[in-house]
């Protein structure tokens, strides 16, 4: 129990109260020059248990992937050391989960025939330490652990899991999975350096990871080395680059892509406008897209209405003028890209109107899911089993294009 000196004003009488585990006990004696007594402020060992700062983002998970980051959880105490000797996680896809039930509204078990092993890292008394061990249920415990929380810099415990192969498990595409720590309605148990136990009851705490979505496999898009950028001519050439890779555990399918753009005017002929009865402006007939990996001279967007033109606010071009903001292929032919193969795609645009005396420029971008005006996809993919899927939690979106300078 660690003590702080504190001062209050001998005039005020300071009853024995306690709330938080914080103690304020009332002085008797005053400081007559001041006008002050002192007093007594003692801080009561109190356990934390948090998601790190380091915890894994929300992801996508494949089937039969092994060491899959899932959540990291940090303990702290008030000023001393202790050992954390057992330990619950549970398996509950929520926002918040007050009394560990799993069974208010927004909480719902995860799917926990997907996972095979789980395995969690601690440090210790003697160093890092490991150890595995597999669901009962919707929960595992750990029992006989040394997680040494330090007084000073606290202790994380991070998450690992080991996914099966869904037809085996029945394992549906867009199950999720989401581990907390309960500390609250499940078994645990930390001692601390002056012996005092701490159980569920006193700790009374959940700590949320973070919800993952289980797929057969996923695309992940990365910007190509050979994508264009700095200066370029007016007219129509190569505006982006880039790769799209399907995991090995499985085939993708790639169905749309949407494109964002960014382009000046500068001597606001219109010519990055979607105008639909306008002349001189962006259209359809603009773009092309090929797989440079199958074909580099034929386009797999085959004809123009496989374009659909839109507004910076995401609302359908009209004849109304207003800046070109975002583009979507629909693929007339889906691109199947085998498991564990990268295929590289190149877009093509028409520039002509931009003006090269007065440095026009424009840029490409693939962008993430998040932030899109509704109703657009960053793209839309399938893998194998669940199809439509939309760019939420895709590797590396936002992928930026180079600026091009005419």
Known sequence: MSK????????????????????????????????????????TTRLRITEAVTSPSPDIIVQSSTNNPVATFHFSMGGVNATVDTLTLQNCVARTDRDGDCADAKETPG??????????????????????????????????????????????LNVYADINDF???????????????????????????????????????IAL??????????????????????????????????????????????????????????????????DTDGSGVMAASDFDLYNLSVDSTVTIDKKDASWSLFKTTGAACDTSAADLGYLRVNLPTAQKIPKGVTYVFALYADTTGASS???????FDLPAQTGLPTGLKSLVWSDGSATGIDGTLIDNLTISGGTLIF
């Open 357 to 363: 005396s007065l440095d026009d420029s424009v840029r």
């Open 111 to 156: 799917e926990s025939k997907a996972v095979k092993l789980v395995t969690i890292t601690y440090p210790s008394s003697s160093g890092t330490k490991s150890t595995t061990g597999t669901m009962t249920g919707d929960v595992i415990t750990f029992t006989g652990l040394d997680l040494l929380i330090d007084k000073s810099a606290g202790a994380d």
């Open 167 to 205: 037809t085996t498990a029945g394992v549906a595409s867009g199950a999720a999975i989401q581990f907390n720590l309960n500390a609250i309605s499940s078994d645990f148990h930390a001692t601390t350096a002056s012996g005092k136990d701490i159980d569920e009851t006193r700790a009374a705490q």
């Open 4 to 43: 702080i000196t504190i001062r209050t004003k001998t005039a005020t009488k300071v009853a024995v109260k306690t709330i938080l585990g914080i103690s304020l006990l009332a002085a008797a004696a005053g400081t007559a020059a001041y006008g002050f007594a002192s007093g007594t402020l003692s801080l």
């Open 209 to 274: 990871g973070e919800r993952m979505v289980l797929r057969l496999s996923k695309p992940t898009v990365t910007l190509n080395s050979s994508s264009p950028s700095g200066s370029t001519v007016v007219g129509r050439s190569e505006m982006l680059r880039f790769s799209v890779s399907a995991n090995k555990a499985g085939d993708v399918t790639v169905n749309s892509f949407l494109f964002k753009v960014n382009a000046t005017d500068n001597s606001t002929s219109g010519w990055n406008d979607c």
